[in-house]
């Protein structure tokens, strides 16, 4: 590992590069670069999820925190690893201070990795805008996390509002589980009838302020146009907000999944004995993996997402964000952010 303290993107280009040579690195190998932006106070959790996702997504991560914006000069700090504490690959962090943060695109960019994908991920409050953010602007997939603002439910609502495809939450992410455990057991449900199955309604307790339980209610009601109801449960849930899904059947069958607190489930269903799955809560690290492994539009969570917040449109949005520029010293008086015309960006790597 080198550090670079006051430091020019170039010098950070450079010292890459020296490190690559001399560390004997596979740059063929890298499939995709990962931009994390992340808070100070989460930068050790955002450095280690990023690590276990590289893990199985060979990638390279460029850490990006933004300190100090009012500081009256600008400023980089830089750590290059290879084959360091961010996994074998190569990995740069860089703590910007000043009005650099405000343009973190100008380091970042020359050091993206050749012809690769680009994810960006906030492990912070990510801007309500996020063509605000020219990061966000050249990245094919874009990751936030409503989970982890001070208002979880009107996060999600800006995301909605704010929603390109490309883009998805780690809410959404943290109900995989559940959402194919439901699947399969609807699954069991048809094999035994012999004939599909038809949802009439269905009650997902739990958190309802948590945007999960809001986005699990989504999907259901998307992918089974019925009412799906979301109420506080009896017990915490863990972080995915739900503590049991309940689906009303026709033929007056109903079907039941409760979490047990040993990490698990209980399936009830009709004429079949209890049936137990594992339903753990997963770290960080396995959600961030698992939105890598793709590159392309996610419309099960955009269907979830219309039907969770009731703005609509959504897949019918175009891809490709134009760079909105916002200075926080300028907008200040809380009129909203005060467009600069750019050209129209696509996402890097686009033809």
């Known amino acids: 590992?080198?550090?670079?303290?006051?430091?020019t993107g170039s010098a950070v280009v450079k010292e890459l590069a020296a490190q690559r040579r001399t560390g004997?690195?596979?740059?063929?190998?890298?499939?995709?670069?990962?931009?994390?932006?992340?808070?100070?106070?989460r930068v050790t959790e955002a450095e280690e999820a990023a690590t276990h996702a590289a893990e199985a997504h060979p990638c390279r991560i460029l850490v990006v925190v933004r300190r100090q914006l009012e500081a009256p000069a600008p400023r980089l700090d830089a750590e290059v690893l290879i084959g360091g504490r961010l996994g074998p690959g190569e990995a740069v962090v860089m703590r910007m201070y000043g009005r650099l943060g405000l343009h973190a695109e100008s380091v970042v960019l020359p050091l993206l990795a050749a012809d690769a994908?680009?994810?960006a991920w906030w492990h912070a409050a990510p801007p309500e805008q996020l063509a605000t953010d020219a990061l966000a602007v050249f990245a094919h997939?874009?990751?936030?996390?409503?989970?982890?603002?001070?208002?979880?439910?009107?996060?999600?609502?800006?995301?909605?509002?704010?929603?390109?495809?490309?883009?998805?939450?780690?809410?959404?992410?943290?109900?995989?589980?559940?959402?194919?455990?439901?699947?399969?057991?609807?699954?069991?449900?048809?094999?035994?009838r012999g004939e599909p199955v038809v949802v009439r309604g269905a009650r997902v307790e739990g958190d309802s302020g948590n945007p999960t339980a809001q986005l699990l209610a989504g999907w259901i009601s998307a992918r089974c146009g019925c009412p799906v109801a979301v109420e506080d449960?009896?017990?915490?849930?863990?972080?995915?907000?739900?503590?049991?899904?309940?689906?009303?059947?026709?033929?007056?069958?109903?079907?039941?999944?409760?979490?047990?607190?040993?990490?698990?489930?209980?399936?009830?269903?009709?004429?079949?004995?209890?049936?137990?799955?594992?339903?753990?809560?997963?770290?960080?690290g396995d959600l961030l993996s698992e939105e890598l492994r793709r590159l392309d539009r996610d419309e099960p969570y955009s269907d979830a997402l219309q039907a969770a917040t009731g703005v609509t449109g959504l897949s019918d949005r175009s891809p490709d964000r134009e760079h909105v520029w916002f200075d926080p010293a300028e907008n200040g008086d809380g009129d909203g952010p005060r467009p600069r015309e750019r050209a129209a960006a696509k996402p890097a790597g686009d033809s």
């Open 117 to 119: 994908p680009v994810v």
């Open 141 to 192: 997939r874009r990751i936030t996390d409503s989970s982890i603002a001070a208002d979880p439910l009107a996060a999600l609502k800006t995301r909605a509002a704010d929603y390109a495809p490309g883009d998805t939450d780690l809410a959404w992410t943290r109900s995989t589980a559940w959402r194919s455990t439901l699947a399969s057991t609807l699954d069991s449900v048809s094999g035994r």
């Open 24 to 41: 004997g690195a596979v740059l063929s190998g890298v499939a995709l670069t990962l931009v994390v932006v992340a808070d100070e106070s």
């Open 233 to 284: 449960g009896g017990r915490k849930p863990g972080s995915s907000g739900v503590d049991s899904v309940t689906l009303q059947l026709d033929q007056d069958e109903e079907v039941r999944i409760q979490a047990d607190r040993r990490g698990g489930a209980v399936i009830t269903q009709p004429y079949r004995p209890e049936a137990t799955v594992a339903l753990p809560d997963r770290v960080l």
């Open 1 to 7: 590992m080198t550090t670079l303290w006051d430091t």
